[in-house]
Protein backbone atom coordinates (compact mmCIF):
# COMPACT_ATOMS: atom_id res chain seq x y z
CA UNK A 1 0.00 0.00 0.00
CA UNK A 2 1.46 3.43 -0.67
CA UNK A 3 2.97 5.88 1.49
CA UNK A 4 2.30 9.49 1.92
CA UNK A 5 3.33 12.19 4.64
CA UNK A 6 1.37 12.13 7.18
CA UNK A 7 0.55 15.83 7.15
CA UNK A 8 -0.21 15.29 3.88
CA UNK A 9 -2.01 12.35 4.49
CA UNK A 10 -4.20 14.54 7.23
CA UNK A 11 -4.44 17.41 5.39
CA UNK A 12 -6.00 15.27 2.29
CA UNK A 13 -9.08 14.34 4.12
CA UNK A 14 -10.07 18.30 3.61
CA UNK A 15 -10.55 19.02 7.58
CA UNK A 16 -7.66 21.00 8.14
CA UNK A 17 -4.72 23.24 6.15
CA UNK A 18 -1.39 21.69 5.54
CA UNK A 19 0.00 24.02 8.04
CA UNK A 20 -3.18 23.46 10.48
CA UNK A 21 -1.57 20.13 10.59
CA UNK A 22 2.01 20.87 11.33
CA UNK A 23 1.65 22.74 13.94
CA UNK A 24 -0.79 20.63 15.16
CA UNK A 25 1.52 17.46 14.86
CA UNK A 26 4.26 20.34 16.64
CA UNK A 27 1.83 20.29 19.41
CA UNK A 28 1.94 16.44 19.79
CA UNK A 29 -1.56 15.83 18.78
CA UNK A 30 -1.22 13.42 16.57
CA UNK A 31 -0.73 9.75 17.03
CA UNK A 32 -0.44 6.84 14.76
CA UNK A 33 -0.78 3.23 15.79
CA UNK A 34 -0.60 4.25 19.42
CA UNK A 35 2.65 6.40 19.50
CA UNK A 36 2.45 10.36 19.31
CA UNK A 37 4.31 11.44 16.67
CA UNK A 38 6.15 15.31 15.67
CA UNK A 39 7.83 14.42 12.76
CA UNK A 40 5.50 15.66 9.78
CA UNK A 41 7.43 14.25 7.43
CA UNK A 42 6.76 10.12 8.79
CA UNK A 43 5.67 8.50 5.84
CA UNK A 44 2.42 6.43 6.36
CA UNK A 45 -0.71 4.60 4.76
CA UNK A 46 -4.06 4.36 4.92
CA UNK A 47 -4.14 1.06 6.95
CA UNK A 48 -2.18 2.98 9.88
CA UNK A 49 -4.58 4.26 12.85
CA UNK A 50 -3.87 8.25 12.95
CA UNK A 51 -5.95 10.12 15.79
CA UNK A 52 -5.70 13.71 16.18
CA UNK A 53 -6.58 14.35 20.05
CA UNK A 54 -7.28 10.61 20.73
CA UNK A 55 -10.03 11.32 18.01
CA UNK A 56 -9.18 8.53 15.01
CA UNK A 57 -9.26 9.96 11.47
CA UNK A 58 -11.94 8.41 9.10
CA UNK A 59 -9.67 8.22 6.16
CA UNK A 60 -9.82 7.29 2.38
CA UNK A 61 -7.78 5.26 0.54
CA UNK A 62 -9.45 7.86 -2.52
CA UNK A 63 -9.96 11.04 -2.68
CA UNK A 64 -12.88 12.96 -4.50
CA UNK A 65 -12.00 16.90 -5.29
CA UNK A 66 -15.08 19.04 -6.82
CA UNK A 67 -12.50 22.75 -8.83
CA UNK A 68 -14.19 24.98 -10.35
CA UNK A 69 -12.14 25.04 -13.30
CA UNK A 70 -10.95 28.49 -14.78
CA UNK A 71 -10.35 28.99 -18.53
CA UNK A 72 -6.70 28.70 -19.76
CA UNK A 73 -6.41 25.66 -17.74
CA UNK A 74 -6.13 22.30 -19.23
CA UNK A 75 -7.63 19.12 -18.36
CA UNK A 76 -4.87 16.74 -17.61
CA UNK A 77 -2.15 15.44 -14.76
CA UNK A 78 0.52 17.41 -16.19
CA UNK A 79 1.61 19.57 -20.02
CA UNK A 80 4.70 20.59 -20.92
CA UNK A 81 2.88 24.23 -21.89
CA UNK A 82 0.19 25.21 -19.96
CA UNK A 83 -1.13 24.30 -16.05
CA UNK A 84 -3.38 21.47 -15.64
CA UNK A 85 -6.40 20.81 -13.11
CA UNK A 86 -4.12 18.95 -10.50
CA UNK A 87 -1.05 21.71 -10.98
CA UNK A 88 -3.71 24.76 -9.49
CA UNK A 89 -5.12 22.55 -6.34
CA UNK A 90 -4.22 23.37 -3.26
CA UNK A 91 -1.15 21.82 -1.84
CA UNK A 92 -3.75 19.85 1.14
CA UNK A 93 -5.30 18.20 -1.43
CA UNK A 94 -2.52 17.06 -3.64
CA UNK A 95 -1.29 13.66 -3.44
CA UNK A 96 -0.20 10.56 -6.34
CA UNK A 97 -2.30 9.53 -9.57
CA UNK A 98 -4.23 12.54 -9.51
CA UNK A 99 -6.15 12.79 -12.58
CA UNK A 100 -9.54 14.55 -14.01
CA UNK A 101 -12.51 12.71 -14.70
CA UNK A 102 -13.14 13.94 -18.00
CA UNK A 103 -12.01 16.96 -19.85
CA UNK A 104 -12.97 20.01 -20.01
CA UNK A 105 -12.08 22.57 -22.63
CA UNK A 106 -9.10 24.98 -21.94
CA UNK A 107 -11.61 27.99 -22.46
CA UNK A 108 -14.40 26.04 -20.64
CA UNK A 109 -14.79 26.74 -17.08
CA UNK A 110 -16.64 24.50 -14.34
CA UNK A 111 -17.22 21.46 -12.41
CA UNK A 112 -13.91 19.51 -12.94
CA UNK A 113 -13.99 16.25 -10.80
CA UNK A 114 -10.44 15.17 -10.14
CA UNK A 115 -10.18 11.74 -8.13
CA UNK A 116 -7.03 9.03 -8.18
CA UNK A 117 -10.34 6.18 -8.47
CA UNK A 118 -9.70 4.90 -12.15
CA UNK A 119 -13.00 2.41 -11.26
CA UNK A 120 -14.87 4.87 -10.39
CA UNK A 121 -13.96 7.64 -13.22
CA UNK A 122 -14.38 4.66 -15.57
CA UNK A 123 -18.59 4.14 -13.85
CA UNK A 124 -19.26 8.06 -14.14
CA UNK A 125 -17.69 8.62 -17.95
CA UNK A 126 -19.38 5.35 -19.58
CA UNK A 127 -21.95 5.98 -22.14
CA UNK A 128 -23.62 3.09 -21.10
CA UNK A 129 -23.87 4.44 -17.39
CA UNK A 130 -25.69 7.75 -18.66
CA UNK A 131 -24.55 9.49 -16.06
CA UNK A 132 -25.55 13.19 -16.89
CA UNK A 133 -23.17 16.26 -17.68
CA UNK A 134 -25.04 19.58 -17.43
CA UNK A 135 -23.72 23.08 -19.09
CA UNK A 136 -24.72 26.35 -19.56
CA UNK A 137 -23.85 27.44 -23.15
CA UNK A 138 -23.96 30.86 -24.79
CA UNK A 139 -24.15 31.03 -28.38
CA UNK A 140 -23.01 33.87 -30.86
CA UNK A 141 -26.07 33.79 -33.14
CA UNK A 142 -29.29 33.29 -32.04
CA UNK A 143 -30.79 29.74 -33.39
CA UNK A 144 -34.82 28.36 -33.55
CA UNK A 145 -35.31 27.08 -30.08
CA UNK A 146 -37.99 24.52 -30.86
CA UNK A 147 -35.96 22.64 -34.21
CA UNK A 148 -32.84 22.92 -31.57
CA UNK A 149 -34.67 20.81 -29.22
CA UNK A 150 -35.78 18.41 -31.73
CA UNK A 151 -32.69 17.81 -32.81
CA UNK A 152 -30.86 17.69 -29.60
CA UNK A 153 -33.44 14.90 -28.29
CA UNK A 154 -33.62 12.85 -31.70
CA UNK A 155 -29.63 12.52 -31.11
CA UNK A 156 -27.48 15.40 -33.42
CA UNK A 157 -25.48 14.09 -36.24
CA UNK A 158 -21.81 15.33 -36.61
CA UNK A 159 -20.56 16.44 -39.69
CA UNK A 160 -18.21 13.48 -39.48
CA UNK A 161 -21.44 11.44 -39.80
CA UNK A 162 -21.21 10.30 -35.76
CA UNK A 163 -24.44 10.32 -33.79
CA UNK A 164 -24.82 11.23 -30.71
CA UNK A 165 -26.89 10.32 -27.72
CA UNK A 166 -30.52 11.92 -27.01
CA UNK A 167 -29.11 15.57 -25.27
CA UNK A 168 -31.90 18.07 -23.05
CA UNK A 169 -31.84 21.44 -24.45
CA UNK A 170 -33.44 24.27 -22.65
CA UNK A 171 -33.45 28.18 -23.44
CA UNK A 172 -32.46 30.08 -20.14
CA UNK A 173 -31.88 33.60 -21.79
CA UNK A 174 -33.32 34.31 -24.99
CA UNK A 175 -32.00 38.42 -24.82
CA UNK A 176 -28.89 39.42 -27.84
CA UNK A 177 -27.24 36.41 -26.49
CA UNK A 178 -29.29 33.03 -26.41
CA UNK A 179 -28.15 31.16 -23.39
CA UNK A 180 -28.78 27.44 -22.44
CA UNK A 181 -28.74 24.36 -20.06
CA UNK A 182 -27.38 21.39 -22.00
CA UNK A 183 -27.92 17.89 -20.45
CA UNK A 184 -25.57 15.39 -22.15
CA UNK A 185 -24.87 11.76 -21.23
CA UNK A 186 -21.48 11.37 -22.84
CA UNK A 187 -18.43 13.54 -23.44
CA UNK A 188 -16.83 13.35 -27.10
CA UNK A 189 -14.29 15.79 -28.50
CA UNK A 190 -15.45 19.44 -28.17
CA UNK A 191 -18.93 17.61 -28.45
CA UNK A 192 -21.09 20.58 -26.82
CA UNK A 193 -19.51 23.17 -29.48
CA UNK A 194 -19.56 20.87 -32.67
CA UNK A 195 -23.57 20.34 -31.55
CA UNK A 196 -24.40 23.74 -31.79
CA UNK A 197 -22.17 24.00 -35.12
CA UNK A 198 -24.64 21.67 -36.96
CA UNK A 199 -27.10 24.15 -35.92
CA UNK A 200 -25.33 27.07 -37.63
CA UNK A 201 -23.95 29.15 -34.48
CA UNK A 202 -20.80 28.78 -32.37
CA UNK A 203 -20.60 28.67 -28.54
CA UNK A 204 -18.86 31.49 -27.07
CA UNK A 205 -18.68 30.59 -23.52
CA UNK A 206 -19.67 27.24 -21.98
CA UNK A 207 -19.97 26.09 -18.07
CA UNK A 208 -20.42 23.07 -16.47
CA UNK A 209 -22.68 23.24 -13.68
CA UNK A 210 -23.39 19.48 -12.53
CA UNK A 211 -22.28 15.65 -12.83
CA UNK A 212 -25.27 13.42 -12.02
CA UNK A 213 -27.01 14.87 -9.05
CA UNK A 214 -23.83 16.44 -7.76
CA UNK A 215 -24.15 20.57 -8.86
CA UNK A 216 -20.96 22.58 -8.82
CA UNK A 217 -20.52 24.51 -5.12
CA UNK A 218 -21.59 28.44 -5.78
CA UNK A 219 -19.43 29.03 -3.14
CA UNK A 220 -16.18 27.88 -5.20
CA UNK A 221 -14.46 30.49 -6.76
CA UNK A 222 -12.89 29.78 -9.75
CA UNK A 223 -10.06 27.78 -9.28
CA UNK A 224 -11.41 26.96 -5.90
CA UNK A 225 -11.33 23.32 -4.74
CA UNK A 226 -12.67 21.15 -2.28
CA UNK A 227 -13.38 17.47 -1.26
CA UNK A 228 -16.17 15.97 -2.48
CA UNK A 229 -18.45 14.42 0.35
CA UNK A 230 -19.86 10.90 0.34
CA UNK A 231 -23.16 12.09 0.36
CA UNK A 232 -22.26 13.99 -2.67
CA UNK A 233 -20.80 10.90 -4.48
CA UNK A 234 -23.77 9.21 -4.23
CA UNK A 235 -25.59 12.03 -6.19
CA UNK A 236 -23.16 11.65 -8.85
CA UNK A 237 -24.17 7.98 -9.65
CA UNK A 238 -27.33 7.98 -8.57
Request: glycine fraction near 6%.
Amino acid sequence: MKKERLDKVIASQGLWSRNDVKNMIKRGEVSVNGVVVKDSSLKVSYADDIKINGQSLSQTEYVYIMLNKPKGVVSASEDKRDKTVVDILPDELKRKNLFPAGRLDKDTTGFSLITDDGDFAHRILSPARHVDKTYIAQVSDKIDVENAKKAFADGVVLGDGTVLLSAELELIDDSERQTFKVVIKEGKYHQIKRMFASLGTSVIELKRVAIGGLALDPDLQEGEARIITENELKLIEK
